[in-house]
């Protein structure tokens, strides 16, 4: 079965600094986009960062840009999420999940949409204190 699996999360205080994993087993790793997104309580769940299925693209959300960064290892089955700069704002539930990209070129633009996505972590809870 698929599972992914995120680690990482804590407290931190603003100004900090997190580094989230997520072990991916199940599937043939690089033929899938990756993606990170997170929910806050009371909000929708939306899109952070994503990463193509080689590595080579990313799009990050402006609301993280200069902040954030995705990275994977395909030879590890495993993506990353570097998480600096960190604010209360970014609190929230970070989830790990999986786009099948198998027909597309391995440096196609990760989709953006919670809908193009096929598998999902259980989410790690980060929590950015004032």
């Known amino acids: 079965q698929v599972q992914l699996v995120e680690s990482g999360g804590g407290l931190v205080q603003a100004g900090g600094s997190l580094r989230l994993s997520c072990a991916a087993s199940g599937l043939t790793f690089s033929r899938y986009a990756m993606g990170w997104f997170r929910q806050a309580p009371g909000k929708e769940r939306e899109f952070v960062v994503g990463?193509?299925?080689?590595?080579?693209?990313?799009y990050v959300a402006d609301s993280v840009k200069g902040r954030f960064t995705i990275s994977r290892d395909n030879a590890k089955n495993t993506v990353y999420l570097q998480m600096n700069i960190l604010k209360p704002e970014d609190t929230a539930v970070y989830y790990c999940a999986a786009s099948f990209q198998g027909a597309s070129a391995d440096w196609a633009t990760p989709p953006k949409s919670r809908k193009d996505y096929n598998y999902w972590g259980q989410g790690t809870q980060v929590t950015v204190s004032s």
């Open positions: 990463i193509s299925r080689s590595g080579s693209t990313t």
